[in-house]
């Protein structure tokens, strides 16, 4: 956010800016999210079986499928970010980034408390599943963090990326129960990738 709201001041591409932003975001959280997306695209669709997808999404090497989401996410989130900045400005633009991404990891604990265990033994596993009690103060928390952004978003382009968050977060752990029978961590990185640019999308498509 700091990066985005000093850099928008300046004369850089918007799409420059936004790259930067987007680099920042997977140094702090290590490309957690991101790894997520490329196994859960590798897993999903290079296996026939639930067995060999989760065998694909636990190997650590990256695939054809996995390459390609990286690059469009990247890609997308990266101009996303900086028309963000270009259209509502450094201080509410950035307002908006930091209710999309607490929204995105909000959407990403409530599916986790809602879906079945793909694997008991791995790692979304090991870390317990939030129980309602939990689910309940992420919302609250989340819902707090998007008030600033719903303040300076219109409302049909605030509702439009409401909708489609929620329909991506729906879509994706109704696929997961398809696919591999419930969430695995990647599952989980992978809707906060996808829910987030889902709701910039919507904020961004509506005038």
Known sequence: AAIGFLLGFT???????????TAALVAATGALHEDGLADVTDGFFGGHTAEKRLDIMKDSRIGSFGA???IVAVGVRAALLGELLARFGPGDGILIFLGTEALSRTLLVWQWSILPSARPGGLGA???????????QATLLGAACVVP????????????????AALAAIGLGRLSVQKIGGFTGDVLGAIQQLTSLAFLIGCLAVP
């Open 11 to 21: 004369s850089l591409p918007p799409l420059v800016v936004g790259l930067l932003m």
């Open 126 to 136: 090991r870390f317990g599943k939030p129980d309602q009690k939990a689910a309940n």
């Open 68 to 70: 390609m989401a990286l």
């Open 149 to 164: 952004a719903a303040l300076v978003v219109p409302v049909p382009a605030l509702l439009t990326g409401l909708l489609l």
